[in-house]
Nanobody, 123 residues
Framework: QVQLVESGGGLVQAGGSLRLSCAAS????????MGWFRQAPGKEREFVAA????????YLADSAKGRFTISRDNAKNTVYLQMNSLKPEDTAVYYC????????????????WGQGTQVTVSS
């Protein structure tokens, strides 16, 4: 069993930056592909970024390309999402998730989820 805890969310003005962290306990994350997803009020959960267990493969949603970076530090059992040039439409609860299967952009493929951290971008 893996427990995931996100942190780093908050209120930021448009154009600003935030760095989200996802810390794991219970098991090493080194065997898991990891993803970041977000959910805005009234909308479905959507893919933001994913990274393979080694960090060698990374995927970003079109909305995140050029602005967000996903990374991981297996020694610290932590995954990060650096978000730059934030826009009001990035406002959502951001979740990290762990996947024992092949790396995926689909929420249903992920086995473990954190509780989420709120990101609010003001215009």
């Amino acid at each position: 069993q893996v427990q995931l805890v996100e942190s780093g969310g908050g209120l930021v003005q448009a154009g600003g930056s935030l760095r989200l962290s996802c810390a794991a306990s219970g098991r090493s994350l080194s065997s898991y592909n990891m993803g970041w997803f977000r959910q805005a009020p009234g909308k479905e959960r959507e893919f933001v970024a994913a990274i393979s267990w080694s960090g060698g493969r990374r995927y970003l949603a079109d909305s995140a390309k050029g602005r967000f970076t996903i990374s991981r530090d297996n020694a610290k059992n932590t995954v990060y999402l650096q978000m730059n040039s934030l826009k009001p439409e990035d406002t959502a609860v951001y979740y990290c998730a762990a996947d024992l299967g092949p790396i995926s952009t689909y929420p249903r493929e992920y086995d473990y989820w954190g509780q989420g951290t709120q990101v609010t971008v003001s215009s």
